[in-house]
C-alpha cells in the first residue's frame, strides 16, 4: 500500500468516526425529545384527568343543589365555561395533529413510535372526557338556573321561546 491510499484510509476512517458521532448525537437528542414529549403528556393528562374528575363531580352537586338562588345569574360562568370547551377543542385538534406528525415520522420507529403515539391517544382521550365533563357541568348550572328562576315554566309559546333564544 502506498502512502496516497494509506492517506485515503486515514480519511475513511475520520468520516466514518465522525458519521457514527454524528448518527448518534442525533439519536440521542430524538430520544431525549421523545422521552420530553412523553413527559409533558403524561403531565398533561393527570391535570385533565384531574379537571375531569373535579367536573364530574361538581356537576353531581349542582344537580343535587337545593338551593332555589341562581348559580350564574348573569351567565359569566357559563360563558366562561363555553370559552374553556373551545379551547379544549383546539388542544384536542393539536394533539390530534402532533400524534399523526409523530405516526408519519421517519426517524421514530418501533417501540419509540408507539409509546409516543400511545402517549397522545391516551391525552387526547383524556381532553375528550374533560370537555364533555365541562360540558355536563354548564349544563347542570344553566338547567339549575332556569328552574330556579322559573324561566322554563314561563315558556308556554313557540314565540315566547323564539324570544327567550334571541335574549341569549
Known amino acids: 500500500m502506498n502512502s496516497s ?10 468520516s466514518f468516526g465522525q458519521a457514527l458521532a454524528d448518527e448518534s448525537r442525533s439519536s440521542l437528542d430524538l430520544l431525549r425529545k421523545v422521552e420530553a ?5 403524561v403531565r398533561l393528562r393527570a391535570r385533565v384527568d384531574a379537571d375531569c374528575k373535579y367536573a364530574a363531580t361538581t356537576a353531581e ?5 337545593t338551593v332555589e338562588k341562581e348559580l350564574d345569574p348573569d351567565d359569566s360562568i357559563v360563558s366562561i365555561y363555553e370559552s374553556a370547551e373551545k379551547q379544549l377543542q383546539e388542544l384536542h385538534r393539536t394533539l390530534r395533529k402532533k400524534q399523526d406528525s409523530a405516526r408519519r415520522t421517519e426517524e421514530l420507529d418501533g417501540d419509540h413510535k408507539d409509546h409516543i403515539v400511545n402517549e397522545y ?7 375528550s372526557y374533560l370537555h364533555d365533563e365541562l360540558e ?14 322559573g324561566v322554563a315554566a314561563t315558556i308556554t309559546s313557540g314565540d315566547e321561546l323564539d324570544d327567550y333564544f334571541k335574549k341569549l
Open 5 to 14: 491510499m494509506i492517506d485515503d484510509r486515514v480519511a475513511e476512517l475520520r
Open 37 to 41: 414529549t412523553v413527559q409533558f403528556l
Open 61 to 65: 352537586l349542582v344537580r343535587a343543589c
Open 121 to 127: 391517544q391516551q391525552t387526547i382521550e383524556s381532553v
Open 136 to 149: 355536563e357541568l354548564r349544563w347542570a348550572v344553566m338547567n339549575h338556573d332556569g328552574r330556579v328562576s
